[in-house]
C-alpha cells in the first residue's frame, strides 16, 4: 500500500479540473482517492469521476475486459457530515478495484467538478 | 428459453465502487448490443436505515430512473436491489446510486438476457433475512427451476471488516468491504435455480455486527415456438421446449 499527494492542499475554484494521470505500478489491484473534509464548506459540491487506462494514457476507458466499472465515481456536498456513530467524516473516499494487475502500462486520473464556492483540501491516493 | 447471463460488473470478490462522505457512488456497466428479453440488476448497500433516493442508468440522453424490487435494513446498514427492464439504450452507460446526506456505499451490477418481461419476478420475491453478530446471512429465495436467484448482503460492522465469501453455488456479481472498512461490507450474488428453495449464504466478518439479506429471482421468458412443422395438420402439431413434436 502506498500513498501519495496528488492534489496539494491548496483552494481550488469552482470549475473542472483533471488530477493526474498517475502511473499505477504493476501489481497494484486497486485505489482509494480521498480529499480531506475539514474545510470544505457547506454548500460547496463536487463531482469526481476517476478514468482508467491500459496503454500508458494513449485511450481511456477503453479496457478489453466488459466488466470493468470506468469511468465510476461520486459526489459529494462541504459542511458537517456525520457517520452512523455521530462523528465527523475527515475525509470522502472513492474506491474500486483496477484491473490487469500485472500490467505497468496503466494510469488512472481524476476529473474534479467543484461548484458552489471554492473548495479547499487535500487530495491523496492510496494504492492497494 | 433460458436466463444468460450478459455482463458482471465485476463478477468477483471486489465491488464496483465504493465510497465514503458521499451522496452518490456511480460505474459503468456495458450492456451487450443483442440482449433478448433483458434485464439490468443492480445490488447496492449503504451505511443507513433510510433507502437510497434513487438508482439510474444513464446513457447520456436519457436518464432512466431503475425500479427497487427488494430492501432490507438492520441496525445501521441496508441492502436493495434495483431493476430496469428492457434498457432502451445498450453499450457502456453510467449507473448512479443516490442517497439524502452524506454516507458509505457500495455495490454492483449485472445484466441478463432470456428473462419474462410481464412476469419477471417469482411471486415470492422479495424475501428477506436478518441476523445479528456472530450468525452469516442465509437465505432461502422461493424458485423454480429455470428461475435466477440474485441476493443482496450487508453486514453492519463494529469492527474491521474483510470482504464476505459467497456460498459455494452463488457466482459473484461483487462483493467487498467498504472503503471504510469498519461501516459495512456487502455481497451481491447470483444462482440458477435447481428447486423450490435456492439458498443463498454468504460468511462475513465474525463478530462484525447484525446483517440483512435480501433476494429475488428472475423468471425465464417462455420458449419460442416454432410453427413451421405444423402448417396443414390439424390438430396443429407444436415444437415444445424440448424440441419434441407433440399435438
Redesign the interface.
Known sequence: MASSIVLPHGTYAAGTRVVGPATVPSGVSGFSLALDRGEWLAGVTIQMTVDLSIDSGATWNNPPESVVPYPLGLSAEGGAALDKNGVLYPQTILAAPIPNSGSSTRRIRANLTITGGSLTTTGTLTTI | MAIAVD??????Q?????????????????LGAALNNGILIVSCAQ??GANSTGVNWDDGGTNAAMTRKGTVSQA?CRAEIWYLKAPAVTG?K?IRV?WS??H?GEGG?ASYSGVDQSTTFNAASPQTATGSSGTNPSLGVTTTSGELAIDSAVQ?LTITGSAPTKGASQTYIAAGVN??NT?IESGHSEFPAVGTTTTMTWTMTASGGAWGQVGISLLPAAATIDTSEWRGCYPPLRRGPSGNLSY
Do not use: I, K, Y
Request: proline residues 0%; negative net charge.
Open positions: 455482463a458482471r460488473n465485476t463478477g468477483g471486489t465491488l464496483a465502487a465504493s465510497v465514503t462522505a458521499a451522496t452518490s457512488v456511480n460505474w459503468n456497466h456495458t451505511d443507513a445501521t457502456t453510467t443516490s446526506g452524506s458509505e451490477s453492519d472503503t471504510n461501516s
